[in-house]
């Protein structure tokens, strides 16, 4: 009977201090702490503690009395270990709680921001055919009414340019040189479009190969120079483009002579869906790793581009 009353009292003891933590655990901390009532929690937790110190103090005096009869400890010292060791406890669970929740709100947040950003891109990559289209199909209608036979071949290039979209550009990154074939294409198609009206000089370095970059990243400041190139009479209207390798960045110029007339004006009238997007693009996917400077003289409007590669 003393062994099983003895059994009892320690497994009371037991029991409390369970009861407390797990009080404090999966109660007062998300309920106060986590939800800021700092006042709330200070005070439930005072009161518990208290109580958990009391009882479990009072608890185990029997059974360490009848344990060690005349050398067991008193009430005083037990009540003042109990209280170290129930606090020492109780702040080593609370930072235990506290830093696993703030991993799981954090692995939550970064879930969180990847699905939002993976959404982002998804609708912005969508925006992309459509602003294609309407540029392609505006250039091909404009070449069948001055050129029917040089339309069909652009129609073939067009085609292709599509597939590329459609079939190739599902990937977070390409190899370059797919990159640059889509860009020979439209510059192609652009240069019959224009014709005699605009020079286009159009130059990649030999070392713009064997890496990969996001699919769709150049060719809205490509098209955007095509859109906004000058129309002069008397002098020439040019395009530059270039794109050079330099380990580890990767650069693209593009370049065009715009009329005097718009001088004063903002950067944003040349802008449109397609370079908006692309900068929202790169700094989604390029942040930190890229540099773009756009600069409006009135008689030139210049882009460069540089991405480095990882």
Not at 106 to 132: A, C, G, I
Not at 135 to 153: C, E, H, V
């Amino acid at each position: 009977m003393p062994f099983l009353w003895g059994l009892m009292v320690t497994a009371t003891y037991f029991v409390a201090e369970a009861s407390t933590f797990y009080s404090c655990l999966y109660w007062l901390i998300p309920r106060f702490l986590m939800t800021r009532r700092y006042i709330a929690f200070a005070g439930s937790l005072l009161v518990v503690f208290i109580a958990a110190t009391s009882l479990t103090t009072f608890c185990l005096m029997p059974a360490l009395q009848y344990i060690f009869n005349e050398q067991a400890p008193g009430t005083r010292s037990m009540l003042l270990y109990n209280t170290l060791a129930n606090f020492y406890t109780l702040c080593l669970l609370i930072a235990v709680k506290s830093i696993k929740n703030k991993i799981q709100t954090d692995r939550k947040t970064q879930l969180n921001e990847k699905m939002r950003t993976e959404n982002e891109l998804r609708f912005l990559r969508s925006q992309l055919n459509p602003h294609f289209l309407f540029n392609a199909i505006n250039s091909i209608y404009i070449l069948i009414r001055k050129d029917p036979q040089a339309a069909s071949g652009t129609l073939a290039r067009f085609a292709d340019m599509l597939r590329y979209q459609l079939y190739e550009c599902k990937t977070e990154e390409i190899p370059v040189e797919k990159e640059v074939a889509y860009l020979n294409n439209y510059i192609e198609m652009e240069k019959l479009r224009k014709g005699n009206m605009v020079t286009t000089y159009y130059q990649v370095d030999e070392q713009v190969n064997r890496f990969s970059i996001v699919p769709l990243i150049l060719i809205p400041f490509v098209e955007n120079a095509f859109k906004h190139v000058s129309t002069f009479t008397d002098k020439d209207n040019q395009i530059d483009i270039t794109l050079t390798f330099s380990p580890p960045l990767f650069k693209l110029h593009v370049a065009n002579t715009v009329d005097d007339t718009i001088t004063g004006m903002e950067d944003k009238t040349y802008s449109g869906i397609g370079l908006e997007n692309v900068k929202r693009r790169l700094e989604l996917l390029y942040h930190g790793r890229h540099q773009l400077r756009i600069t409006n003289t009135g008689s030139k409007y210049e882009v460069l581009l540089s991405i480095q590669i990882a």
